[in-house]
């Protein structure tokens, strides 16, 4: 599949991604990329980040290539049952752990816990070792039960900008070959 064949959503996580950020630095390089904006960034709602998501999705007149990180990723996994639109596939990066009791803000906890039903599309997961949210034992979990193919990044915090991951020239590369195997 090529960009121009898709319609692909990005689906940042909580408080947004900023101007450096790996994923507003893709937007703006795709030509049929857009992001899934949410009305509150600071104060995420389950059910309304799961319905824009979903909206923007049934929205599409291509297939639909979703980019989710952190946040992202629930948004994405519990709007799946109202999505009405083919989905090509997604690249989720540095899931969190909504169900950890430990992760603050502790409203987060209420994306959670993931469904563990093998995802009705194909999909790759980046994870990091050392991510402050989410261990790599539970993206392993995650990325089994859903039936992602699961990348591991090694020691690279949440891979965003704050953990040196603005422009993430692996990650295009890996996004690049990914996209090239998926079905229009």
Request: proline fraction near 10%; glycine fraction near 8%; charge should be negative.
């Amino acid at each position: 599949m090529k960009v121009s064949e898709a319609e692909i959503l990005i689906v940042p996580g909580y408080t947004n991604s900023g101007p450096d950020h790996w994923q507003t630095r893709w937007e703006q390089k795709l030509s049929t990329a857009r992001r899934v904006e949410q009305a509150e960034w600071s104060k995420p709602v389950r059910e309304d980040w799961v319905a824009r998501v979903a909206d923007e999705v049934n929205a599409a007149t291509k297939p639909v290539v979703l980019v989710g990180h952190s946040l992202g990723i629930p948004a994405i996994v519990h709007a799946i049952p109202e999505m009405k639109k083919k989905v090509a596939g997604a690249f989720l990066v540095a899931p969190p752990d909504v169900a950890n009791p430990e992760i603050r803000p502790k409203h987060l906890m209420t994306f959670g816990p993931y469904p563990r039903l093998p995802l009705p599309f194909p999909s790759i997961m980046i994870a990091s070792r050392n991510d402050p949210f989410g261990e790599y034992a539970h993206a392993e979990d995650i990325a089994n039960a859903w039936g992602s193919f699961l990348i591991d990044a090694g020691e690279s915090g949440h891979i965003n900008a704050e953990s040196g991951h603005g422009p993430w020239p692996e990650g295009t590369m890996v996004f690049a070959q990914f996209l090239g195997r998926l079905q229009p």
